[in-house]
């Protein structure tokens, strides 16, 4: 079984993955920004795919952390059902500890970082959808004949002829 030092320094270890996890993800939000501002549909869909593995890598290590930190304060004979952060965190003894504790601070800090970037991501695209959909509402309310209209597949009712001869 792993001492209380060496599941410290794994907390420690996943803790600093997530945090740079969550800087790749800041990475890839900024990204798709500049894809949604410059309307560059290969750029977006990369970038989504780039912040959905980011999400499923840090589901990961946050699974591998929360097992450390249980192990941890199993260790250190801390009830579950009473255990908060500060008691799990001071289980890790002096060395890995404070380690922890700012490490944790920084993640919170990158979180709050990525959630700003989501949410003017979020806006930029309710706007995008606002624009499509006056442009939809502005074509379905024009009376004349367009290729959008209900006739957009009627011949029209005059024939018209092409000639090349002068005298036509």
């Known amino acids: ?15 600093q993955d997530i945090a740079a996890l969550l ?20 750029a977006l869909v990369r970038t ?11 589901a ?12 941890l304060s199993e260790l250190a004979g801390i009830n579950s059902d009473t255990a908060d952060t500060e008691s799990v ?14 490490e944790m601070d920084r ?14 991501n979020r806006q930029l695209l309710e706007n995008g959808l606002e624009i499509v959909a006056c442009c939809l509402r502005t074509l379905a309310s ?3 004949p367009s290729s959008y ?3 957009a597949g009627v011949a029209e009712t005059q024939p018209f002829v092409l000639s090349l001869d002068r005298r036509a």
Do not use: F, W
Not at 48 to 58: D, H, N, P
Not at 60 to 71: I, N
Not at 90 to 100: D, M, R, V
Not at 107 to 120: F, S, W, Y
């Open 48 to 58: 989504c795919k780039a912040q959905e593995e980011v999400l499923r890598r840090i």
């Open 149 to 151: 209209s209900k006739d």
């Open 89 to 102: 965190v001071s289980s890790a003894g002096p060395l890995y500890a404070e380690l922890i504790a700012d």
């Open 23 to 42: 800087e790749q993800g800041r990475s890839a939000a900024i990204e798709e920004q500049r894809a949604l501002v410059a309307n560059d549909a290969e």
């Open 1 to 15: 079984m792993p001492s209380r030092t060496e599941l410290g320094k794994a907390l420690l270890e996943c803790l």
């Open 107 to 120: 993640i919170g800090t990158l979180a709050r970082a990525l959630q700003e970037e989501h949410e003017i």
């Open 60 to 71: 990961e290590r946050d699974q591998v952390a929360a097992d450390a930190a249980s192990r």
């Open 142 to 144: 024009d009376p004349g």
